[in-house]
């Protein structure tokens, strides 16, 4: 594609509601990230695919967040039992390789809002 | 582990005016470094980066950036302000090893007419 495109562009929910946000990456990127974006926090790093697998999940804030790839490109990030501080911006990035110097794509993110 | 400090969250220029944005980094090896650019609801896009080579690096839109090891910095510059050079620009650097990028606080850049 010529862009990476994540989905919904905006998701409000209710505290307590699972979410699934969805990240599709530029064809033939072989590493996909994601990042939280928040007034608080700035941009964080949460986790690190390289094809299927996840070498880094170091980022993710607590085990109510899980992340998969399948095919070695769409990518799902599952906010389990939302809590209100998990409203941000929630960006998807995709490399062609997955090594330090490559740059990396960003998608125009997930605004997502928890009541 | 490194770390980025962006210094001023917010900087205001008059159009036409010199752009100085400041990124300093802490790191234990030598890291690569970016610039990214985020206009309103859209994602980050890169202005340019550092891997090796030239300390002098030239990005889109007229922005460059010097690396200097010594002073442990990547501070992003265009001679030039334009009205729509205002957004947030964010510094961030990334280590082989580690992939991710680190983040910047961000600085949000007006340019006044």
């Known amino acids: 594609g010529a862009g990476v495109s994540q989905s919904p562009s905006n998701k409000v929910t209710e505290k307590g509601k699972d979410v699934e946000l969805r990240c599709d990456p530029i064809s033939g990127h072989t590493a996909l990230y994601w990042y939280r974006q928040s007034l608080g926090q700035g941009l964080e790093f949460l986790i690190y695919?390289?094809?299927?697998?996840?070498?880094?999940k170091s980022g993710l804030p607590s085990d109510r967040f899980s992340a998969e790839r399948t095919g070695g490109s769409v990518s799902t990030l599952t906010i389990q039992r939302t809590q209100q501080e998990d409203s941000a911006v929630y960006l998807c990035a995709s490399s062609y390789a997955g090594t330090g110097l490559e740059t990396q794509y960003f998608g125009p993110g997930t605004r997502l809002l928890v009541l | 582990a490194q770390s980025v400090t962006q210094l001023g969250s917010h900087v205001s220029v008059s159009e036409g005016a010199l752009v100085l944005l400041r990124c300093n980094y802490s790191?234990?090896?030598?890291?690569?470094l970016f610039w990214y650019v985020q206009y309103p609801n859209q994602g980050l896009q890169l202005l340019l980066k550092?891997?090796?080579?030239?300390?002098l690096v030239k990005g889109i839109n007229g922005f460059e950036a010097e690396f200097k090891k010594s002073e442990t910095s990547f501070h992003l510059t265009k001679p030039s302000a334009h009205m729509s050079d205002a957004a947030e620009y964010f510094c961030?650097?990334?280590?082989?090893?580690?992939?991710?990028?680190?983040f910047g606080g961000g600085t949000r850049l007006m340019v006044k007419p």
């Open positions: 790191s234990s090896v030598p890291p690569y």
């Open positions: 961030a650097v990334s280590l082989n090893a580690g992939n991710m990028l680190t």
């Open positions: 550092y891997t090796t080579g030239a300390t």
């Open positions: 695919f390289q094809g299927n697998s996840a070498p880094d």
